[in-house]
């Protein structure tokens, strides 16, 4: 008998006004797995992450995390912060009133850890990710490189089961884009989770490897392995523009 | 566009530059008393009039420490104020002119000054105003101002904490009458014995309208007016057995600024302002000032001095030259 | 082209007229206060035990006042912007219209109401009515948190972790609200005196003083009276200024709205606790002045409505005349407002950030100091031979007015301005516009109507102004001073109807901007 998949998405659909986002989406994703969704944009990449994390609810379909029913319909069953789904947002969504070592440790202590156990714990992620010695800085005070650091050791420091990329090396200029990109393989071999970026980038898509699924009119198509639709940018605009 | 904007403002801005009134009044008397005879001596005589009213927390002094301030450019032309104490002052501080216009005649005396400086007119007694239906039957609000203090009487009353207006001019005759000491000594039976002190005559009147209180000390116009908003109030003139001081009686008073730039439109305003006529207005009008002529036209509810109750006898000069320090006093004693 | 048109084309000219009419509103009407503080006499004045015990218990009275702003404000902006509460829209339509009354009608109501008195409820009377302080500028700031952020607390720690961050990004702005509403609360003479007058047991606040001293010495011992607590409101409103600026850090308006927070099985209690905040601040002391106005003795031989009608068209009769003077008072004051605040606001944005607080200090002085204060300081200032008529004539007063809530427009404008992206004005200086243009038509470009508005503003504030009007002789005949003196006299039902008209007077400008708000929203849509 084979493992029921991390995550399954039946006949998903959003509508936003008259105008029909996701159309009866599906998807399975084993634990682990990697997947780039690519999409032009407005094609309502970011929005089937918000659903897949819980923070919209579908119009019809279901959502399912680890066999259970997290959203069926226009019903959201399991919360956003119980769904073990983590999303590093396209604007970073840091908080900016707290320190750095605080946005992290912050995270921590509110799924349930005492401070000394959080604390340790974000400043150990914050040095695994090159920011251990900016722990007091606030957040508007550190380089966009280094924000984004930020974002992703709060994000992986929850253990999640999914991470969620929204676009997250997005109006980076070519130089920090590369740097960005050698950062994202540290990341992935640091997280045994299940990864879903959102991109229009071949690169960022090759550097994750794994699949690739095309959003296209509200649908989402089969996904193909990487290796064969990003080998170049070119292969990738096709696949991108069918 | 934006230039019309501007022309607008500019519009706006001289709209704002009247011109140069014909006389400028200092009035301490309530606006609302005091408009409709200012309104009717424009009407009179033709000539504009600037008022300048003072409010109620500074009560008379506001208006009577800008006079001595401006002493050098003075901008008054009359000071009409709704007591007497305060005038007095400024004659003797030499800000006063005396002027003995022949309206005066028929005002009792000790209400106006044999220089002519200032002249009295339109009274408000101090009186007991209560509710009847506060008292079981045998029971009543004290006679006399001087028995207020009485245990019995002084838990179930107010008067207002003689600080400003009619109740500092008041209780600095009192202590003219009786003495410094006798009269801080009474006081402070007051304070002992429970009788309270209120913001003012007004609100010490709300008190017993509202049923808290039975009686209080305050002026006849507050009675009135408590009277006209439908308040079962009965007023007492206090001290009028053989022996007692009185009822006392605060006028009105008027005088021409020294230095006043309209002199002869002060002196027009006097005239009127001491006239049968306005007295007789004052009496008709919402605050029902008493006459102090006798003879003048007024409804029958308003009192007549001398026939309806007995006034006290005060030297005023006096009242006047302590009413600083004691308001000093006073405020020690009250004041926390 | 040379001669009058390049000198209004040269950016100095106008700055010389700004700095100057600023300086007539603001700053010369300040230096009787201000010289007190290099005086020795300004300081030993403070030995005295009395004045000192005075300043303490100021000082304490409002930090408490402020405490309970806070206290209804932040809560009351948290349901009304960020919760599915019903009908939060409304709610948060509400929430300016309780500063906008003259604080002395909300004491005059809640003593109708409560029956009271003394300086526990001058405490709780200032407290409500400068709840709107914390609750406008928490408002402001829960409205500018990001979407991402919020949803990021919402994906590690649910719906409580996710209303604590919230409620931290805004903890600035509510603090730096808490401080204005302090300084409204150490400000205020009206209410104090009014709470005094009423109870058995008179207390003073340090405002008295002031007022007081213009009794046995002359205003500028008054005036000077007020330099110790403009000093130390001014530390105060300097420190909650850096801390905002410190936390706060690159605060930019959201580009995405962060969403409500959802409470499906607590709408009702939302809504209870709406209603609540809403009756504390406003609709219980309305209701309580319009019952006012038909109230009556039970020997009263007319019925409520009849009474009522009767006060309204004697306030309407009696008071026309003060209620035009007002608004005269109030649209010249605006008028000003609207030529001086673009200039300072413009230049605040030019400066850094410690720069940029010292100069909002220095503008904020006159609303620092108590009104009765400033309006001595004016009257040692202006009334002299040198100003002639100016002293005596209407001008005056909405020179003050302006000067003193030019701040409040300044911290608007500014606000605002700071979203608008610097190359629009860049771009009109490449195309070769003149600084007046830049700043006039590109600069202030969109945010036009919150030109307007801040003007407005300060046209209400002038309007509702009572303790800088009961001294200035030239603004005695307003309606505040009316009002004023007729609420310490016993007029009622005068009173109350004349106390509604002008706050329907007061509400219109903002009523009027939401309305067009709206309905620009809807052509939008």
Redesign the interface.
Known sequence: MSAAPLLELFEVSKRFGARAILDGVSLRLPAGARLTVAGVSGCGKTTLLRLIAGLDAPDGGQVLLGGAPASRGRRVLLPPWRRGVQMVFQDLALWPTRSVLQNVADALRAQGRSRPESDARAAAALARLGLGGLQRRRPHTLSGGEQRRLAFARALSLEPRVLLLDEPFASLDPVARGEGLAFLDEVLAATAAAVILVTHEPAEARALRGDLAVLRDGKLLPPRPCSDTCASDAAFAAALLG | M?RRRWLW?AA??L????R?PDLVVYCAL???YSEPILERFEQHTGLRV????D????KT??LV??II??AA?P?ADVFWNNEIAHTIRLKNLGLTEAYASDMTRGIPEQFRDAGGHWTGFGARARVIAYRADRFAPGEGPPRSVLRMVEPEHARRG?MA?PLTGTTLTHFTALAVLRGREALLEWLRRGLDNGL?????N??V??RV?EKDLAWCLTDTD?AA???R????VTVLFPDQGPDEMGTVLIPNSVCIVKGARHRSHAERFVDFVTSPEVESLLAAGGAQQIPLRPGVAAPPDVPVPGQDFHVATIDWNAVALQL?ERRRDFEEL??? | MSGPRSLLRAAWPWWLLVVSLTAAASWLPLLPTLGALFSADGWNALRDPRLGALFLRTLWLSALASGIAMGLGVPYALLATRTNVPGAALFALLMPLPLLLPPLLIAQAWHGLTGMDGQWAAVLCLGLAGAPLPALLTAHALARQAAGAHEAALLCGGPRFAAAEMLRSAWPAALLGGVLAFLFAAADFSVPDYMSFLAEEKFFVYSFEIFNRSREADFRGGAAAAAPLVLVIALLLYASLHWRDAWSGAERAAARPAPRLRVPAGRWLLLTAALAGAALLLLLPLGRILYDTGMAGPAATEAWLQRSARAFSDALARGRGDLLRSLQTGALAGALVLLLAPWWAAQLLRLGRRRQRLLFLLLALPLLAPGVGFGMGAIVVYNRDLFGGFYDSALLPPLLMAGRWLPLAVFLLAERLQRVPANQEEAAQLAGAGYRLRLFRYRLGVQRPAWWLAAALVAVFAVREIDLAILLPAANQSAAVRYYMALHAQRDNFVAAFGLVMALVLFLPLMLEAAWRGARARDER
Do not use: I, K, T
Not at chain 2, 229 to 232: A, K, R, T
């Open positions: 934006l403002a706006a801005v709209g704002a530059c009247g140069e309530d606006r609302d600037q008022a300048q009213f409010v109620e927390q500074s002094v506001g420490n800008r301030q401006e450019r901008r107010a904490a309270q002190y209120g913001g003012g007004a609100d009147m709300r309208n507050d007016a408590a009277r908003n439908g308040h079962p600083e009250l004041v926390r």
